[in-house]
T-cell receptor, first 113, second 111 residues
Framework: DVKVTQSSRYLVKRTGEKVFLECVQDMDHENMFWYRQDPGLGLRLIYFSYDVKMKEKGDIPEGYSVSREKKERFSLILESASTNQTSMYLC????????????FGSGTRLTVV | EDQVTQSPEALRLQEGESSSLNCSYTVSGLRGLFWYRQDPGKGPEFLFTLYSAGEEKEKERLKATLTKKESFLHITAPKPEDSATYLCAVPAANYGQNFVFGPGTRLSVLP
C-alpha cells in the first residue's frame, strides 16, 4: 500500500559529492514537493513542482536543484553536498489545483561527512 | 508573513488522561487548516482538514476544532499508541498548494 516512495531511508555521503534523492508516487498526483526537517526548525520547503518539467523554488533552494521528467518522479539533487545539508528529507505529493493534504514518503535521513 | 505556532512543545500524559494541543496561525485568507501525525523516523501522515470556524472533525480518540485564529486537537483517554509528534499546517498565501507547517507538539502517553 506504499504510495510515495523515497529511494533510500539512510544515506551517508562525503562533502563535495553530488547526491541524488529520488521520489516516486503512484497516485497520479500533479503536485510534488521536497522538504527538509530539522530539530527546532520544523519542515522547510526546498522546491516544488505542479507539473512535468515545471519547478519552483521554495523557501530554502540554495545548494539544491530538482528534476521532474515524468509525472510520477521528482528528484532532488545536492550539487555539492555540505555538512549543513545533513538532515531528514521528505518528499510529498498532492492532488490537482485545489488545496489538498499531502501524502508524504517515509523520508531519507542524509548525513554528510 | 504566514506563521504557524504550536503549544506545548512537548506533552507527557498518563494513559487515559485527556488533554488538548494548540495550533495558532496567522495567514491571509485561510484556505484550510491541516493536522498531521508523525511517528519517529517516518513521514507525517494526514489526519484532518478544517475549513471554517466552528468546524469539528473526529477520528478515534482525536477531535480537531477550529476558530478564527487557532485550532485545537483534543485527545480523549489517550493510549500509548497515540504517542507521536502532531503537526498543523496552513496553505501558504503566496503559493497555490504549498503549506506552512508548525513546529509540532511531541506527545508521549505513558502506560
Amino acid at each position: 500500500d506504499v504510495k510515495v516512495t523515497q529511494s533510500s531511508r539512510y544515506l551517508v555521503k562525503r562533502t563535495g559529492e553530488k547526491v541524488f534523492l529520488e521520489c516516486v508516487q503512484d497516485m497520479d498526483h500533479e503536485n510534488m514537493f521536497w522538504y527538509r526537517q530539522d530539530p527546532g526548525l520544523g519542515l522547510r520547503l526546498i522546491y516544488f513542482s505542479y507539473d512535468v518539467k515545471m519547478k519552483e523554488k521554495g523557501d530554502i533552494p540554495e545548494g539544491y536543484s530538482v528534476s521532474r521528467e515524468k509525472k510520477e518522479r521528482f528528484s532532488l539533487i545536492l550539487e555539492s553536498a555540505s555538512t549543513n545539508q545533513t538532515s531528514m528529507y521528505l518528499c510529498a505529493s498532492s492532488l490537482g489545483t485545489g488545496v489538498y493534504g499531502y501524502t508524504f514518503g517515509s523520508g531519507t535521513r542524509l548525513t554528510v561527512v | 508573513e504566514d506563521q504557524v505556532t504550536q503549544s506545548p512543545e512537548a506533552l507527557r500524559l498518563q494513559e487515559g488522561e485527556s488533554s488538548s494541543l494548540n495550533c495558532s496561525y496567522t495567514v491571509s485568507g485561510l484556505r484550510g487548516l491541516f493536522w498531521y501525525r508523525q511517528d519517529p523516523g517516518k513521514g507525517p501522515e494526514f489526519l484532518f482538514t478544517l475549513y471554517s470556524a466552528g468546524e469539528e472533525k473526529e477520528k478515534e480518540r482525536l477531535k480537531a476544532t477550529l476558530t478564527k485564529k487557532e485550532s485545537f486537537l483534543h485527545i480523549t483517554a489517550p493510549k500509548p499508541e497515540d504517542s507521536a509528534t502532531y503537526l498543523c499546517a496552513v496553505p501558504a498565501a503566496n503559493y497555490g498548494q504549498n503549506f506552512v507547517f508548525g513546529p509540532g507538539t511531541r506527545l508521549s502517553v505513558l502506560p
